[in-house]
């Protein structure tokens, strides 16, 4: 009987009875809970990304926009700076004479090759009025005159010789203006360049040749550093109406040149010349002397006025010429003197109230009375010695 009762205290053979409740449920019935937990997990997966995207979008929107705007400046930018510069010359490596336009913003001596001939022919019913202007030291020669064939124009021309360093060279140019006036213009390569031309052998050649025809010009004016100035082929009867001659240093023989007013101006050189005096003669010098034969075309009402600072002055006049008139002469420190020739007629009046100054009147005829509108001959130095010679 006893072997038939199990004890408590026997060991258990199905060991999986021992095993707690929940888990002793089958695969079968664990796989509808998974399926719900993968579910939900994709849900919030979702949900994120999707919070994501949409800031992300929002920020793209903006950025593109600001891109869109930039755009349209740099457009409108770019519009304007290539329509100011298509009209411009833009910097190439092609030389100035293949490239007219040519010009270097970062070397002024080389923004373009300078001009070395240049020469024009104008109309003188449209221009009478001719300049010649150097503000530097190159030496300028000029030969003034008339055709000797029937041309009816101006003929205007210049060349240069050039000196080999580019910094020595010039550069020529014809400027015409509103009031009949042309002037050729001897200009540096760089403006701030004025000296030093002439010792690296700078020339300029300019020829000037009116027609016969032209019987008065209105002015010819010369304003040049160094000069040499000459008469070509001239004509009887023919003038200038105003002959100004501005230079510093040089040479120049005008006889044959008929002016109405003539005004010669130098620094450093001296004047010496043959002068006809239509109406009026001014010879100006700082510091050269003054020489000159002068020849009244009219025989009342013109007048000669020679000035210096520290020159001699010798006046010739042609007693025939200036038949009667006055002169005066005078001085700060130096001596003034007044002569005639024994073999003039006329009568010499003159009071030499001192060394420094005297004045009196010349008569051709003896017998006749000075007239009011007579001729005259002043002189004003400050040093040195003035002569009047009536011949």
Request: charged share 15%; proline share 5%; aromatic share 8%.
């Amino acid at each position: 009987m006893s072997s038939s009762i199990p004890s408590v205290l026997e060991p258990v053979k199905d060991q999986k009875h021992l095993l707690p409740l929940e888990n002793t449920t089958t695969p079968s019935q664990k796989k509808p809970r998974s399926v719900f937990r993968v579910f939900l997990a994709v849900l919030v997966l979702l949900a994120l990304s999707s919070l994501f995207f949409s800031r992300n979008l929002h920020t793209c929107s903006r950025s593109s926009a600001s891109l869109s705007g930039h755009k349209q400046q740099h457009k409108s930018y770019y519009k304007k700076y290539t329509s100011f510069h298509l009209s411009r010359p833009l910097p190439t490596q092609q030389s100035g004479e293949n490239n007219p336009g040519f010009k270097n913003y970062f070397d002024f001596n080389k923004r373009q090759s300078p001009t070395s001939a240049l020469s024009q022919n104008y109309d003188p019913a449209d221009y009478t009025r001719l300049f010649v202007y150097s503000s530097i030291d190159s030496l300028v020669n000029i030969t003034f005159g008339y055709a000797q064939d029937d041309s009816s124009l101006i003929s205007f021309a210049a060349q240069a010789v050039q000196p080999q360093d580019p910094a020595s060279q010039v550069d020529l140019s014809f400027v015409t203006n509103e009031r009949q006036g042309v002037t050729l213009y001897v200009n540096p390569l760089s403006p701030s360049v004025t000296t030093g031309f002439l010792n690296a052998g700078s020339v300029v050649n300019v020829n000037i040749t009116l027609p016969r025809s032209l019987t008065l010009l209105t002015s010819f004016i010369v304003y040049v550093e160094n000069m040499a100035l000459g008469v070509g082929n001239t004509v009887n009867g023919n003038a200038i109406d105003a002959l100004n001659i501005n230079y510093k240093s040089g040479s120049f023989d005008i006889s044959g040149l008929n002016a109405t007013s003539a005004s010669i101006s130098s620094t450093d050189s001296d004047i010496y010349a043959n002068l006809t005096v239509n109406s009026v003669l001014n010879l100006q010098s700082v510091s050269g002397n003054i020489g000159s034969f002068v020849n009244f075309a009219n025989p009342s009402n013109s007048t000669v006025q020679v000035t210096t600072k520290s020159g001699n002055v010798t006046l010739a006049v042609l007693s025939d010429s200036f038949s009667s008139g006055t002169f005066d002469l005078d001085t700060i420190s130096g001596s003034v003197s007044v002569y005639k020739n024994p073999d003039v007629n006329g009568e010499l009046s003159a009071d030499l109230s001192s060394a420094a100054h005297v004045n009196g009147t010349f008569n051709i005829d003896s017998k006749s009375d000075i007239p009011s509108l007579a001729n005259s001959v002043n002189v004003d130095i400050n040093s040195g010695i003035a002569s009047l010679l009536f011949f």
